[in-house]
């Protein structure tokens, strides 16, 4: 499930902090190019924001260079042709390529078919199903997977499933999801929202969704006829 391995990628992501190093030439580099970040204040005083900056970046570089290293390593491949010809819009459409390659790789856990990828995105949240707008988009997404079962198949083999703390995360997490399936199953799978089912219950809870008709009454007070006459006029 992404979400355990999500665990996985997380720390070893962070594992890559003791390998980002900030020259002084580079953060005086930076605080140069970016005069506007640090108006009215020296280099000394600046440090902490530079490193700030900086910092992400760095990590971004390290993580682009370890996923190419990965991706050499495992022989991955996006088959770009066949990612344009998926059909996002109709999944029934994509069924006589199903032998067609979108993810080419010596690891069984990383190579993937079109029919691979008709499951896998069947069963997207319905967000992510909106946000996959494009071919384009969809690449992108199959880029992140790729990250995402990298680092995880590298964590398992450094030995990060030893690690007693993630173990308890990933627990943790298999029982959020036992816990929602079950939930799904019992309740969720059971409501009934078809149109005709929701207009039912509008129809009989009408006053639940109606307003009273309301009347904002303002008076004002005086002291005497004279005083209201004066205010009147």
Do not use: C, W
């Amino acid at each position: 499930n992404d979400q355990v391995k999500s665990v996985f990628y997380n720390a070893y992501k962070a594992s890559f902090a003791s390998e980002i190093i900030l020259t002084d030439i580079e953060k005086q580099a930076f605080f140069e190019e970016h005069p506007e970040l640090f108006a009215g204040r020296t280099f000394a005083e600046s440090i902490g924001q530079i490193e700030s900056k900086l910092m992400p970046q760095k990590q971004n570089e390290i993580v682009q260079q370890k996923k190419a290293e990965l991706m050499e390593k495992y022989g991955v491949t996006i088959i770009d042709e066949n990612v344009r010809n998926f059909n996002i819009e109709d999944l029934t459409a994509n069924i006589p390529n199903n032998e067609q390659i979108i993810i080419e790789s010596a690891n069984s856990d990383l190579h993937k078919t079109v029919a691979d990828l008709i499951v896998y995105y069947d069963f997207l949240p319905q967000n992510k199903k909106m946000a996959i707008k494009n071919n384009e988009i969809l690449k992108k997404y199959l880029e992140s997977l790729i990250e995402l079962d990298l680092f995880y198949l590298e964590a398992l083999e450094m030995g990060f499933g030893e690690d007693e703390a993630l173990s308890s995360k990933v627990e943790m997490v298999k029982r959020q999801l036992r816990l929602s399936a079950t939930y799904n199953i019992i309740v969720a799978d059971k409501v009934d929202l078809s149109d005709e089912n929701v207009k039912k219950y509008y129809a009989e809870n009408i006053m639940q969704f109606s307003t009273k008709a309301t009347r904002k009454i303002q008076t004002f007070g005086f002291e005497n006829e004279k005083e209201a006459t004066e205010i009147r006029a």
